[in-house]
């Protein structure tokens, strides 16, 4: 089945700076990869995903990379703001093979 | 527009107790699941449902039950609580299946601890 990983675990950035987080995956049928940020407290949200037939997402602050040859995307934040402070989980699914699999999570501090 | 809602926000059981976890959405979505969130594990999957009266098992199904006798509602049941399933677990919806690019609603949370 499909397994993904993600780095870092943890991660520090001053307000203003940019901030990266990686992504693999090993099931080279998946073909939908979103992003979800969690705040404190709360449950996940839906803040940008990419589908197989895309290299490249953008989304004002927060733009999404994906090579399915190397099998790996990437979260890319720029200008961070405290507000970005959170937990981000990427995620791949396998299409109609499987169920949508879960990075174990990335905490994002952005310091003032 | 209150979205996908969860019941209880915090419990404590002993082991051997059980419990039932309510989900409900307003959304009139298909599919609904079940996670569970524990740390440095990321979201795993539990039991999803594709409509009113199915169930299928997702990646950690052991020692749960689910039912989905109604659209709007996803139970998550605890026949015997074993501190094993001291976690936060989160129900989701989405009004289509999540692979064919559809986003998931999930719910605040409900921290469950197993003593």
């Known amino acids: 089945g499909e397994n993904v990983e993600q780095h870092p675990s943890t991660l520090s950035v001053q307000e203003g700076d940019s901030a990266v987080i990686k992504c693999t995956y090993s099931?080279?049928?998946?073909?939908?990869f979103p992003w979800y940020k969690q705040e404190l407290g709360k449950g996940p949200q839906l803040i940008i995903d990419?589908?197989?037939?895309?290299g490249e997402k953008k989304d004002q602050r927060i733009a999404v990379t994906l090579n399915k040859t190397a099998k790996h995307f990437s979260l890319h934040i720029t200008e961070t703001q405290p507000e970005d402070s959170a937990v981000y989980f990427c995620?791949?699914?396998?299409?109609?093979?499987?169920?949508?699999?879960f990075g174990k999570g990335t905490k994002l501090s952005v310091k003032p | 527009n209150a979205g996908v809602t969860q019941t209880p926000k915090f419990r404590v059981l002993k082991t051997g107790q059980s419990m039932t976890l309510l989900c409900a959405q307003d959304m009139n979505h298909e599919y609904m699941y079940w996670y569970r969130q524990d740390p440095g594990m990321g979201l795993r999957l539990i039991h999803y449902s594709v409509g009113e009266g199915t169930t299928a098992k997702g990646e950690v199904p052991d020692g749960y039950n689910v039912s989905r006798l109604k659209k709007q509602n996803f139970l998550l049941g605890l026949e015997s609580a074993a501190p094993s399933q001291t976690s936060v677990y989160f129900c989701?919806?989405?009004?289509?299946?999540?692979?064919?690019?559809?986003?998931?609603?999930f719910g605040s949370g409900t921290q469950l601890s197993v003593l």
């Open positions: 990419i589908r197989s037939n895309v």
């Open positions: 995620a791949a699914s396998p299409g109609s093979q499987g169920n949508l699999i």
């Open positions: 989701a919806s989405s009004f289509l299946r999540h692979d064919r690019n559809e986003k998931l609603f």
């Open positions: 099931d080279s049928a998946s073909n939908y």
